[in-house]
């Protein structure tokens, strides 16, 4: 590049466009570094009354969702905050984020669900 006096150097469109491709590059980076994958932590099976699972380990997470039969009355949680309760809605879905928290679900009915799939996200 080519030095002014007093004023710096001149930017060239070849220079603006290496800046803005590094810019983006960037961004997409950290991007990827936040992104969230999928965890079934309860895989099509029977889960019995009263009975709760859970994801096993501490993540972040963007939600908390469980598929099973319509009319049996469920609550998504995480362990440090209180459950969402749900009876009709199929998948169920809780939209709290948690942050470093266990992901759990528990059939909070007098009769067993089958079959229930529990699933949240963690960083990927």
């Not at 030095?3 to 800046?19: C, E, N, Y």
């Not at 983006?24 to 009263?50: E, F």
Request: with cysteine; proline share 5%; hydrophobic share 35%.
């Amino acid at each position: 590049m080519d030095a002014l006096p007093g004023r710096g150097f001149r930017r060239t469109p070849t220079t603006v466009l290496a800046i803005t491709v590094g810019v983006a590059i960037a961004m997409i980076l950290a991007a990827a570094a936040y992104a969230y994958v999928q965890d079934k932590y309860y895989n099509s099976g029977d889960l019995c009354a009263h009975c709760e699972t859970f994801a096993g380990y501490d993540a972040s997470r963007q939600w908390n969702k469980v598929y099973r039969p319509i009319g049996i009355h469920f609550c998504l949680q995480y362990l440090g905050t209180s459950c969402v309760y749900n009876t009709w809605d199929n998948p169920f879905i809780d939209n709290r984020t948690a942050f470093n928290d266990n992901a759990g679900c528990w059939d909070d009915d007098t009769v067993g669900s089958y079959p229930t799939t529990c699933i949240t996200t963690f960083p990927g």
